[in-house]
């Protein structure tokens, strides 16, 4: 029989968005084309990826048949939080009326460690963010986006985020099947990373989201009055009240946790908003 390839089935069916103690969710555990509600194996070949077959047919075949861009046509994106997320990616899509259907595979790359983001976002959490590292090399998801999913895309990353085009010569941008990309659209933290505050280094991100706000409810009094006690009170009162999340951000920049992350500058486009 089929395998049922349904985000349920394989258990990645959580939208982070609306759970937010789940973020950053499980990202997608191989190359595969997302259809909305599945999840279609992508098979390697030592070939561009619209050559890649999925059920037995050439990726852009299937794009095609669907009346979808092709690979040429699409915007490479990496993800460093949640937009690795095949439930998290087709949510956004789907609540604004664009096709669910993206390709996504992970890729290695050098000198880009993932960070938490010095804000509150809109659905509660702290979300991650890309830090510059010279000695890591870090697998994440590329998603191929048409110009409609990338707007969209872009419009769900602001004002918090800035889009920067990272070079594939500069960070080594490597495919499964060993080719190397171009470059790859990635969103930066306007305000930088959380600085750990033991070390001054960025706190790692990635983890599990209780845990990371739970450490920052120990680590500032303040936070305690603003959020407190508990994760879960964390999520659900910074969700239900812009102002809160701003005074969030602002005790991490006044507990000195800001770190920025000027590395990053020359590689930004700077069209996120625009």
């Not at 103690?21 to 084309?33: D, F, I, K, N, Q």
């Not at 949510?91 to 804000?119: D, E, N, Q, W």
């Not at 009055?225 to 994760?231: I, M, R, S």
């Not at 009170?233 to 969030?248: D, H, I, N, T, Y």
Request: proline share 11%; glycine share 12%.
């Amino acid at each position: 029989m089929p395998q049922d390839r349904s985000l349920a089935a394989l258990g990645l069916d959580v939208v982070p968005a609306l759970h937010p103690l789940t973020y950053p969710g499980r990202p997608v555990p191989g190359p595969s084309l997302l259809t909305g509600e599945e999840l279609l194996p992508l098979g390697v070949r030592p070939l561009p990826l619209g050559q890649w077959h999925v059920a037995g047919r050439p990726l852009d075949e299937v794009l095609a048949g669907r009346g979808l861009a092709s690979i040429g046509g699409r915007h490479p994106v990496m993800a460093v939080g949640s937009n690795a997320s095949p439930a998290q990616v087709a949510y956004k899509l789907l609540r604004r009326g664009l096709s669910p259907v993206v390709p996504m595979v992970p890729v290695r790359v050098r000198g880009i460690a993932v960070g938490c983001s010095a804000h509150i976002g809109r659905a509660g959490y702290v979300a991650a963010a890309p830090c510059l590292d010279p000695a890591a090399e870090t697998s994440l998801v590329v998603s191929w986006l048409d110009q409609d999913q990338f707007r969209a895309v872009d419009e769900t990353e602001f004002p918090n985020y800035r889009r920067a085009l990272i070079p594939g010569d500069d960070f080594g941008l490597t495919m499964p099947s060993g080719e190397r990309l171009d470059g790859a659209s990635l969103y930066v933290g306007v305000r930088g990373v959380l600085a750990d505050p033991g070390t001054g280094l960025p706190r790692p991100g990635g983890g599990h989201q209780a845990t990371l706000l739970a450490s920052l409810l120990d680590a500032s009094p303040r936070l305690r009055d603003l959020l407190g006690p508990c994760p879960a009170s964390w999520v659900r009162k910074a969700a239900a009240e812009r102002a809160v999340r701003e005074s969030g951000t602002r005790i991490f920049a006044e507990e000195g946790w800001d770190l920025r992350q000027p590395g990053l500058s020359p590689y930004g486009d700077g069209a996120v908003g625009l």
